[in-house]
């Protein structure tokens, strides 16, 4: 058998032509099959099918990124459906990454990240995988155009419905749903009452961190007003507390700060917390901030802790 086209590398095989690698599998009869359809075809992607039958058996293969990948082996036809998602979930991660393009994770948030046009853009930030995902996939599905979004959105992969608003190109899954019958007024407030939560130190949603200062604005707009069964935000909060008066009129990042502590914590490990807000001069702003804390009595510093007073 002929192996023109083709270089053994230590564990796979590649079908090269001139400079470019139309393909890499991890057998060499395997490749050869495909590299006689590319001789076949003359070297043209666009031609590439995407199922072959191969004795016994269909072979699903699709092109990404100039590339042909062999996804799948099947006994029996698979159907369009099948065919379907097999190349959607190998165009959503073609590497085999721990998350798919596009989706990282600094803590416990998950960041949708994309470069156009030579900047990057950050798309939404989740705290949960699934709701990152979703977005990530309808994004792909959409050329990256967040104005697709409706106000509910069906999800395949779960087979739920979620209820999606888009604030300043940022993409923010309220809520999921089993049936699309969905009472969009409560979730909004639900919505800016988990910001107000966050707000307040009464819960912790770093994803919804660019919001905790708009929610007057977002109460307009959205025709609503942040509501929970037990808390009572914004007014209500005990005059005569001058404690809880001084933590909630604290500078955005003072709290982050002041929350990254918990009951106590050492100088690296509130770094640790705080990486997803790194820039330039990282550590002498929380060091700053450590020492606002300490001179308005919220903390103190006892060896190499920070403890809350």
Request: proline share 2%.
């Amino acid at each position: 058998m002929s192996e023109k086209y083709l270089r053994k590398n230590k564990k796979s095989y590649s079908i090269v032509k001139g400079s470019h690698t139309f393909a890499r599998t991890n057998s060499l009869e395997d490749a050869m099959i495909i590299r006689d359809l590319l001789v076949d075809i003359d070297w043209n992607l666009e031609e590439v099918p995407q199922s072959i039958k191969i004795d016994e058996e269909y072979w699903i293969l699709t092109v990404y990124e100039e590339k042909v990948y062999l996804l799948a082996k099947y006994r029996q036809k698979p159907d369009e459906d099948t065919i379907e998602k097999l190349v959607k979930k190998h165009q959503r991660n073609p590497n085999n990454s721990r998350y798919g393009l596009n989706i990282s994770r600094i803590m416990d948030t998950y960041i949708i990240t994309k470069q156009i046009a030579g900047e990057g853009h950050v798309f939404g930030m989740y705290d949960s995988l699934k709701d990152a995902e979703f977005v990530r996939n309808f994004l792909m599905d959409h050329q990256w155009n967040v104005n697709e979004f409706g106000e509910i959105e069906y999800d395949e992969e779960t087979e739920t419905y979620r209820a999606v608003l888009v604030i300043d190109d940022c993409v923010y899954v309220l809520d999921s749903f089993d049936d699309s019958d969905i009472d969009l007024e409560k979730t909004y407030e639900e919505f800016l009452a988990k910001i107000s939560k966050h707000k307040y130190g009464l819960a912790n949603y770093p994803h919804l961190d660019r919001l905790k200062n708009r929610i007057s604005e977002l109460e307009e707009e959205l025709n609503v007003k942040a509501s929970d069964d037990v808390w009572i935000f914004g007014e209500g909060i005990e005059e005569e507390d001058a404690l809880t008066d001084i933590i909630f009129t604290l500078a955005p990042f003072e709290k982050s700060v002041y929350d990254a502590i918990g009951s106590r914590a050492t100088a690296d490990e509130i770094k640790r917390k705080l990486i997803r807000f790194k820039t330039k001069n990282f550590d002498e702003k929380i060091g700053r901030n450590l020492d606002v804390l300490i001179e308005k009595g919220l903390i103190k510093k006892v060896g190499d802790h920070y403890i809350k007073c």
